[in-house]
């Protein structure tokens, strides 16, 4: 036979279960945890699918020379195999810069679709969208340019003199990556 104690016990589970379950503010803690995993899922799965290349080609082919210029380049071509992509230059590995950078692209965006910038226009708006971007590294030291370009990858002694010595000096000089590498991933740029 059943013993009465647990048939009870198990019955005062079940009550306190009920009780909870009706009191709706207690119910909004579980869900609210859910809502925010599967939001914070789908918010990273969006930062990982805009950090990938064909996400950036899917506007930026259309602008014919900045994808086949980045294909040619020594950070899409090198003897290690290593690509570094276009999040890797363009984005800011810091959360704060990442959103900021990427709120700001969506002006990039809604400019293609009014035609502001267009495939026509594009080499002659490039000399002002490429100053941006400097700006946006110089005032950043270039972060991205040093966020891969540390340690091994970054050894002076296996440099020509000339690059160990201004590599040596810039800091003293006020100067930064972009200072001197424009024109590395694509082509270089007169800005007048």
């Not at 009191?23 to 789908?42: D, E, F, M, N, T």
């Not at 570094?84 to 990039?108: S, Y």
Request: proline content about 4%.
């Amino acid at each position: 036979m059943d013993d009465p104690t647990s048939s009870a016990s198990a019955l005062s589970r079940r009550e306190r279960l009920w009780r909870w379950l009706k009191k709706p503010w207690l119910l909004s803690i579980p869900i609210g945890i859910y809502l925010l995993v599967i939001g914070l899922a789908g918010f990273q799965s969006v930062m990982v699918a805009s950090n990938q290349n064909v996400f950036c080609f899917s506007c930026h082919l259309k602008m014919d020379t900045i994808v086949q210029e980045y294909k040619a380049s020594p950070h899409y071509v090198s003897e290690d195999k290593v690509h570094a992509t276009c999040a890797d230059c363009h984005v800011p590995h810091e959360f704060v810069d990442k959103m900021r950078v990427k709120i700001t692209a969506t002006a990039d965006i809604y400019y293609m679709f009014i035609g502001k910038i267009t495939k026509e226009n594009f080499e002659q708006e490039r000399p002002r969208l490429a100053q941006r971007v400097w700006d946006d590294m110089t005032a950043e030291n270039s972060a991205n340019c040093r966020h891969c370009h540390v340690g091994d990858n970054f050894d002076l002694s296996k440099q020509p003199q000339r690059a160990r010595l201004n590599h040596q000096q810039m800091d003293a000089r006020g100067e930064t990556c972009i200072d001197c590498h424009t024109g590395i991933a694509h082509k270089r740029i007169t800005v007048e």
